[in-house]
């Protein structure tokens, strides 16, 4: 008997238009002799086939395992359909809604298939810089507008010769409908100036700027998502020069480098490593550095670490051939300044940091840094989420309605929901000056307008210093709810891990505001979307001169120190207190006594800031977090003593920080080597929280931990806690889809702002 002719319906829904889908669907559908159609709609792509039973099964089962690297498929919904009789399968072209709803993909790495053209000296794309096609290279940096169209591209000003946009609009091509498609003929092209905007007339301005790095000059590079200033990693006066000019004392600098085997050279790199630097996505992976090694020390100074990534554009790989170990690819910025894009401003901005500028022609729309992923506990720990993985949306468990997250201060993203999907922007950067508070607001027009959302409820921080929650007070015709920053730390993580109900949520950071007006960090909560409310903190300490107590770690443990000695203080042998002027800490100790300019503080942050300045590791900080992560780098693993610690019961518990600090104190005395007492004072944290947790589940019942704040980007912390709830049976749940640090606070705010309105 002839086999059954049946018909069925696929909706497909997810990350499905922009990203080569159709032509693949239009592929498959051959490859199993399926006749019917293929087309985009205003939530995702549906697919009419007809075949035998066995063949529609097949195409099913590989729509899901084989789809094209940009796409992500969150439901395949598939229903019976009336047999037509259609002959040959074919592409519908997407209008109206269809095409104005496609999810843009974000800029990922370039592709095997174009690299292989690349270094392919018969292809007529050899050499070229801009090579892409549908599964790779730029897409959220160059759009303006919707549809997804060239036009709306800044690769409008490139009509296609006939050869590419034959590729173009043949759908069995890998380029098919790829924006950015282009070569030689029609496309971009790079070209070398100086910094006084002279151009230099060379045959290849690529091996020009190689061997202008290999003689030691900064060169700024335009990419993807803006400029990166490079030099020789291994070129110690080179380095030195870039952190002088750039105004970046001792923050580690991002390495780039050809391939692994020249990455394996000087640092360690496992399996999970290899995976996460070969991903599409090609972010900044921390790496064990191996010893000795080749590397600038000025690289990553005190740091265990290199971050290091491989190549993403084809210019970089064309750059990297040059037989470099690593070159030094740190953002094209001022500190604290966002990363030039526009040739112009580069040259104005970072004249005085390059000597030279490799340049091209093809707008960047919306700059976006480099991601960094770092392996902690067994997950990708995002430290940065931007370019590769914005605008990848966090997909909810319920539709919610559409909101706008302002985010906080530092390490600034704002985030847009829409139905179902959390739309996290690229990182923004600190909300300290004018150039950073105006890429804060064209990110948010950038966004609304290419997801056509005019969101109803603005949610911010309540901190009102905050130039996120100032924009947010100025805007009009529109509610605005503010969420307290822990609580949002807490909810974000419960929403990437699509938990509900109450948790216990321990959020541990540097700076928040609280409800009572005092700058909390150290907080154990019982939270969930509507509401929260404190267990546990950390006792409040007096934080001498405010914020400049954040780039003065000595002045924390000057009030550490007097909190648990008092005038005693004075008799300690630390040498903290000889190399600081008595001047200097009388006056200090006098504002913490008269309460003068030192608001309270129950931040987790600032006690590891304390301690490093107590054990001699830092006194001041070049760059936020950098005490605490120093102690962090110098504890020795082996050691499993814990210090004595306290607290105290009540309707809220207070943790003392007192015995913890006196016996870091003693053994200071005793001549115990730092790396100890680091250990120590970690171990001592984890055995505390545990503690706590078990104190607060046997009142509660509440099983479920959530762990969340800038404070968990401390690897020995965050694996050492979950080992040690999930020996106590807890539910532990971590971030993995966003940063712990304020990177990922506005999915928390969108989501606090949601309940609190619908309640």
């Known amino acids: ?67 094209p690297p940009l796409a992500h498929i969150v439901e395949i919904e598939q229903y019976d359909e009336v047999v037509n009789n259609r002959k040959g399968f074919r592409i519908q072209k997407s209008e109206g809604a269809a095409a104005m709803s496609t999810l843009i993909s974000p800029d990922v790495s370039i592709c095997e298939d174009c690299r292989r053209e690349l270094f392919d000296r018969r292809d007529r794309r050899y050499g070229y810089p801009f090579i892409n096609c549908t599964n790779c290279g730029p897409r959220y940096t160059i759009i303006n ?29 890998r380029r098919f409908h790829a924006q950015p498609n282009a070569c030689d003929t029609c496309g971009p092209h790079v070209a070398l100036y100086d910094n006084q905007c002279h151009p230099i007339q060379v045959h290849d301005p690529i091996v020009e700027t190689a061997n202008l790095i290999k003689q030691g000059y900064i060169v700024a590079i335009k990419g993807l998502g803006g400029f990166h200033l490079a030099v020789d990693a291994e070129n110690d006066q080179a380095v030195a020069a870039l952190r002088k000019r750039k105004h970046r004392e001792e923050k580690p600098l991002a390495l780039m480098s050809f391939d692994l085997d020249f990455i394996r050279k000087f640092t360690e790199v496992s399996e999970s490593d290899e995976s996460l630097l070969t991903s599409i996505q090609r972010p900044i992976v921390l790496l064990r550095k191996k010893e000795p090694n080749s590397i600038s020390p000025q690289i990553a100074p005190r740091n265990r670490y290199f971050g290091v990534m491989l190549p993403y554009t084809p210019l ?88 706008l997250a302002c985010g906080a201060e530092l390490k600034n993203t704002i985030c847009i929901t829409k139905g179902k999907m959390a739309f996290l922007s690229q990182h923004i950067g600190d909300l300290e000056n004018l150039a950073t508070y105006e890429f804060f607001r064209l990110t948010i027009r950038h966004m609304k307008r290419i997801l056509e959302v005019e969101p109803e409820i603005m949610a911010h921080d309540m901190h009102p210093d905050y130039l996120s929650t100032r924009w947010a007070l100025k805007q009009q015709g529109i509610v605005k709810i503010p969420v307290q920053h822990h609580h949002a730390h807490i909810v974000s993580a419960m929403t990437e891990n699509k938990i509900e109900g109450p948790a216990i949520g321990l959020s541990f950071d540097g700076t928040g505001y609280g409800t009572d007006g005092a700058i909390w960090g150290g907080e154990i909560l019982i939270a969930d979307e509507k509401k929260f409310s404190r267990a546990a903190h950390f006792a ?58 030192s608001p309270d503080t129950s931040s987790l942050g600032r006690l590891f800031d304390g301690v490093a300045a107590i054990v001699g590791l830092r006194n001041y900080v070049a760059f936020e977090g950098q005490a605490a992560m120093e102690l962090e780098m110098t504890a020795d693993v082996a050691v499993d003593a814990i210090y004595d610690y306290e607290w105290h019961a009540g309707d809220i518990i207070k943790i ?70 999930e020996k106590q049976s807890f539910e532990v749940f971590t971030h993995t889809l966003v940063p712990t640090n304020d990177g990922g606070i506005c999915l928390g705010q969108a989501m606090v702002a949601n309940a609190t309105y619908r309640s």
């Open 540 to 597: 409040y300490t007096p934080m001498p001169g405010g914020t400049a107590a954040i780039k003065n770690p000595w002045r924390m443990a000057v009030s550490y120190l007097y909190d648990a000695f008092g005038e005693d203080l004075w008799n300690l042998n630390l040498p903290l207190l000889q190399t600081i002027d008595a001047k200097k800490l009388k006056v200090i100790i006098q504002m913490i006594v008269k309460r003068v300019n």
């Open 656 to 725: 003392s920080p007192r015995p913890i600090i006196r016996e870091v104190v003693k053994d200071m005395h005793q001549g115990i080597d730092p790396s100890v007492i680091s250990a120590r004072f970690h171990r001592t944290l984890i055995k505390l929280f545990t503690e706590l947790c078990q104190v607060i589940r046997k009142e509660t019942t509440l099983n479920r931990v959530v762990l969340s704040g800038g404070v968990f980007q401390n690897s020995l912390l965050l694996t050492g806690l979950i080992s040690a709830l």
């Open 316 to 403: 970089h790989y064309l750059l990297l051939t040059h037989d470099f170990t690593a070159l030094v690819m740190t953002s094209g910025n001022l500190s604290e300044e966002p990363i030039a894009i526009d040739n112009e401003d580069a040259f104005k901005r970072l004249g005085n940091i390059a000597d030279y500028f490799l340049i091209h022609n093809r707008d960047i729309y919306l700059r976006s840094d480099d991601s960094i992923v770092r392996r902690s506990s067994g997950s990708n720990r995002f430290i940065r989420r931007s370019r590769g993985y914005v605008p990848v949306p966090v997909f909810l468990k319920k539709d919610i309605a559409s909101i």
């Open 145 to 173: 507008d919707i549809p997804y169209d060239r036009p709306k591209t800044s690769m409008k000003h490139f009509k296609m010769c006939p050869q590419c946009q034959a590729e173009y609009d043949d759908p069995n091509n």
């Open 1 to 67: 008997m002839p086999e059954e002719h049946l018909a069925r319906r696929l909706k497909v829904n997810g990350i499905v238009q922009g990203v080569g889908f159709r032509p693949f669907v239009y592929n498959l559908a051959n490859q199993y002799n399926l006749s019917g159609e293929v087309a985009n709609t205003s939530s995702g792509v549906t697919i009419h086939v007809e075949g035998n039973l066995k063949d529609l099964e097949s195409f099913a089962r590989d729509l899901t395992e084989k789809h």
